[in-house]
């Protein structure tokens, strides 16, 4: 299918675990960002990648990893998995990094 | 450090109005703006991006403008339908290849 999509859709995992969610788009778009989605935070940008293996930090990424080996995938990794990680997570891409952004579904992560 | 506002942060209409949402910045040497929409459990949905030198964009019932001089953006709804509530969010993109800055939004009820 077409579009954006995020796995999984819902996880919950312990403190302390490694837990990775994925990111995958079909338009072959240069950019792609990771944020997490949080009450009284709003939307926060965790990392972007603007291409295969260039990935910068945004406002909050300690605690995550990211890797882009393929253009259509940006995986985002929590080494060790904290409750204050547990939120809502989006992937979105676009062609440039200052135009429209097209997001995923979000992923809902619940750390116990 | 670029901030957005948006304020109400919660606005309750009954069906047919038209209504104004508000949007603020500060740092005025933006790129572009974009308005997004986000129904509840879903990921943005991008709605209008205003470039710089623009004054307003529009699309159906939706009309975006664009004051940088003040640091201010207003989503206005024409005749608003109940299939309009969801929350709204604007963004800018700093001159330079930044990545988006999220307001926090403005869930938007519309009561028939």
């Known amino acids: 299918d077409a579009g954006i999509t995020q796995s999984p859709r819902y996880k919950i995992t312990e403190t302390g675990r490694q837990v990775t969610l994925m990111c995958h788009q079909t338009?072959?778009?240069?950019?792609m960002f990771w944020y997490r989605q949080d009450l009284g935070h709003g939307l926060r940008l965790i990392y972007y990648?603007?291409?295969?293996?260039?990935?910068d930090k945004g406002e909050v990424p300690d605690g995550y990893v990211v890797s882009r080996s393929k253009t259509e995938n940006f995986p985002l990794t929590l080494e060790s998995a904290t409750r204050s990680q547990t939120s809502v997570y989006f992937c979105a891409s676009s062609e440039v990094i200052s135009y429209e952004q097209y997001f995923g579904p979000g992923t809902r992560l619940t750390v116990t | 450090k670029q901030e957005v506002t948006q304020i109400p942060a919660a606005l309750s209409v009954p069906e047919g109005e038209n209504l104004v949402l508000n949007c603020s910045f500060t740092?005025?040497?933006?790129?572009?703006l974009q308005w997004f929409r986000q129904d509840p459990g879903k990921g943005l949905t991008s709605l209008l991006l205003?470039?710089?030198?623009?004054r307003e964009q529009t699309s159906g019932r939706l009309n975006a403008s664009l004051d940088k001089s003040s640091g201010r953006s207003t989503l206005y709804i024409a005749a608003s339908q109940p299939g309009d509530s969801a929350t709204y969010l604007c963004?800018?993109?700093?001159?330079?290849?930044?990545?988006?800055?999220f307001g926090k939004g403005t869930r938007l009820s519309v009561i028939a």
């Open positions: 740092d005025s040497a933006i790129y572009n």
């Open positions: 205003i470039q710089s030198s623009q």
């Open positions: 338009w072959s778009h240069s950019y």
């Open positions: 963004a800018v993109v700093n001159s330079g290849n930044t990545p988006l800055v």
């Open positions: 990648s603007a291409a295969a293996d260039i990935t």
